[in-house]
């Protein structure tokens, strides 16, 4: 090996090993941000114009030299139905639910299911099953969540209606975690980035049009917000997710979601002067002592046959 190519090497290793930092940063701030904006524009509309923004923002990255395009039908389709899942399903009908009257502690719990989810289903997607102590962590790190959520106080009931959008919602980023896994596609951040953000504008904007008024106040609240979701969130963030997805195990990486609440509550404070309750920072503690757990599991058991492709 090349002088050259240990750095790069050392460098690639360095990069992925601050990623899921990264990711858990800017996703976790996202709350804050969309909270700052939200303010001044419509949720459905925020969505759209966020979405259309970061494709927007992705397109001169389609130009480099090199760049390797999806190789067939079926690549593009697993791009769009991914996009589909998270960009619509998820954050779209995540969006819905407290436009509907759900609020937002019940919301981030029903969402901290998620890790659970992809837990108990990925035997049927990877082969890989996993023991005791990956169920211990698991729970481990929902209780954190719940201790966060529950000190804020920000629990309380919700229209049914509420409830079946968060439910699935939950299924959407469930479903979008467990197929990244499954096809084994690699796409280049930026191709997949446009396809998914178009996918969302596509869906979303109409949805905005037919069920609130597209009215925007161009604050500098909302600008600021914008361009953090549009940046950090959409582009960074999400990026970020999608490519550990494919490099590592679905529920270790899905676990890293139970710091995101007790993270945002942090975040809400530093932002937006928002309280923090001691409550707070025992959940965090408990949460990452979960996703520790979960990170430390011993080796898989019990391999079925794998229906990824080769």
């Not at 920000?154 to 959008?165: Q, R, W």
């Not at 919602?169 to 096809?183: N, P, R, S, V």
């Not at 928002?274 to 949460?287: H, I, R």
Request: hydrophobic fraction near 55%; charge should be positive.
């Amino acid at each position: 090996m090349t002088q050259t190519e240990e750095g790069t090497g050392t460098g690639n290793a360095l990069f992925w090993r601050a990623a899921p930092f990264v990711f858990l940063l800017f996703w976790s701030g996202g709350y804050s941000f969309a909270k700052l904006g939200l303010t001044h524009i419509e949720p459905l509309t925020m969505l759209a114009l966020r979405y259309g923004l970061a494709a927007l923002a992705l397109v001169p990255f389609l130009f480099r030299r090199k760049l390797k395009w999806p190789s067939g039908a079926r690549h593009w389709g697993a791009l769009m139905l991914t996009g589909f899942l998270i960009q619509c399903v998820y954050f779209g009908l995540a969006y819905l639910a407290m436009k509907r009257g759900m609020n937002a502690g019940t919301t981030a719990i029903i969402m901290a299911l998620q890790p659970i989810l992809v837990a108990a289903l990925s035997p049927y997607v990877t082969g890989v099953r996993g023991g005791r102590h990956l169920w211990f962590g698991l729970v481990l790190g929902f209780l954190g969540v719940v201790m966060v959520i529950a000190g804020g106080r920000t629990l309380g009931p919700s229209p049914a209606v509420a409830v079946i959008l968060a439910l699935s919602a939950l299924l959407g980023i469930t479903l979008a975690t467990l197929f990244e896994k499954w096809h084994g596609l690699r796409t280049d951040p930026a191709i997949g980035g446009v396809v998914q953000y178009l996918v969302g504008f596509a869906v979303l904007m109409p949805a905005a049009w037919a069920t609130e008024t597209l009215a925007i106040d161009w604050h500098p609240e909302l600008i600021v917000s914008l361009a953090y979701l549009v940046i950090a969130n959409s582009i960074i963030s999400i990026g970020l997710y999608i490519a550990l997805l494919q490099r590592g195990d679905a529920t270790r990486i899905s676990s890293m979601l139970y710091l995101v609440p007790p993270l945002a509550m942090l975040l809400a404070w530093a932002i937006l002067g928002e309280a923090v309750t001691p409550a707070a920072f025992a959940g965090l503690a408990l949460s990452a002592a979960g996703v520790y757990l979960v990170n430390r599991q011993a080796a898989p058991q019990r391999p079925a046959k794998s229906n990824a492709p080769s």
